[in-house]
């Protein structure tokens, strides 16, 4: 076991550090001059092109990841782009068409939930497409078509680089989507070009671990952590919260920003630590004015931003920085989860607990 960890302490901390590589697996042959080719779909593009809705389905950070990936989708196709957690769909029975295309995403590709709900939809006649990590799981194989996304075996219960890579994955999905339009193809190109120096940015980004562990000693004694995002960003505050309450067995919420008046305003107080996201996009101004509110109820903030943007973010009240690099707004969210992957990690490790099998958790979820 000590050798499939290499240098690593555990499997979630070689597979946080794995992600520049990942991710180039998971783009491998897939970007060509100005156009993604996903062989898994190109039969069925025009059928997706028409369908009425495209449902997301998932369970955990199969999950979030659609929902990080959601908005480029619902902008380069200009399809109502729903999202079902598959427990819930389960339970109410939702309403699923012929002319939907219901996208099942799912590391594993054995999850009950997920599965009971492709069976539901392939009842109900919808497109059903499969992005997984598991060349020859059930998802795979029972979908009518779809993509791997080639990340490489993930061990740690937690999801680290399956995450990303699904957010790619989508992202390409959504570029060959929209092909056809003309309306978005300079978008699409400059996203395309974006796409191969995502690598190189991830590294930069991992040189961030001292400073996580640091963050982490620091909150390590906490009860609650709360992660406010919203845009493109809000599944990353969702998915860095799922992370610490997971792993660290600390209580984590991520929340939408533009909700934070309903609700969780009530909370903020000058003990309980905040994470901001609040990098470049076109929330900024919004993020910003948040900040002010909570820097206004001396809230304990933690705000992550681009680099070079530390100044402006925290004026008129103390904060700590975390900058990282900016790529294109709907890449973001692959940035800005590698450090709260890595605060997860770190606070697990200072607080004594099992990183790879944390308490009560399984890597697949196969029975309901
Ligand atoms: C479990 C795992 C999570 C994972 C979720 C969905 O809860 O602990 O890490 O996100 O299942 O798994 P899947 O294999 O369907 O992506």
Known sequence: EQIKKGNYDHFMQKEIHEQPHSLTTTMRGRLRDNSVVLGGLKDHLKTIRHSRRIIFIGCGTSYNAALAARPFLEELSGIPVSMELASDLLDRQGPIYREDTAVFVSQSGETADTLLALEYSLANGALCVGITNTVGSTLARKTHCGVHINAGCEIGVAS???????????????????????????????????????????????????????????????????????????????????????????????????????????????????????????????????????????????????????????AGGSCRIIEVPQVADCLQP???????????????????????????????????
């Open 160 to 314: 680290t680089k399956a995450y990303t890579s699904q957010i790619v994955v989508i992202t390409m999905m959504a570029l060959a989507i929209g092909a056809d339009k003309l309306s978005t193809q300079s978008r699409r190109e400059d996203i395309i070009n974006n796409l191969p120096t995502l690598p190189d940015k991830v590294s930069d980004v991992l040189k961030l671990d001292v400073q996580m562990k640091d963050l982490a000693r620091s909150l390590m004694q906490m009860q609650s952590l709360l992660v406010f995002g919203r845009g493109y960003n809000y599944a990353t505050a969702l998915e860095g919260a799922l992370k610490v309450k997971e792993v660290a067995l600390m209580h984590s919420e991520g929340m939408l920003a533009g909700e934070m008046k309903h609700g969780p305003l009530a909370l903020v107080d000058e003990t309980l630590p905040i994470i901001v996201i609040a990098t470049r996009d076109a929330c900024f101004s919004k993020q910003q004015s948040v900040i002010q509110q909570l820097h206004a109820r001396k809230g304990r903030l933690i705000v992550m931003c681009s680099v070079g943007d530390a100044a402006s973010v925290c």
């Open 334 to 368: 692959v940035i800005n989860i590698i450090p709260l992957q890595l605060l997860a990690y770190h606070l697990t490790v200072s607080r004594g607990y099992d990183v790879d099998q944390p308490r009560n958790l399984a890597k697949s979820v196969t029975t309901q």
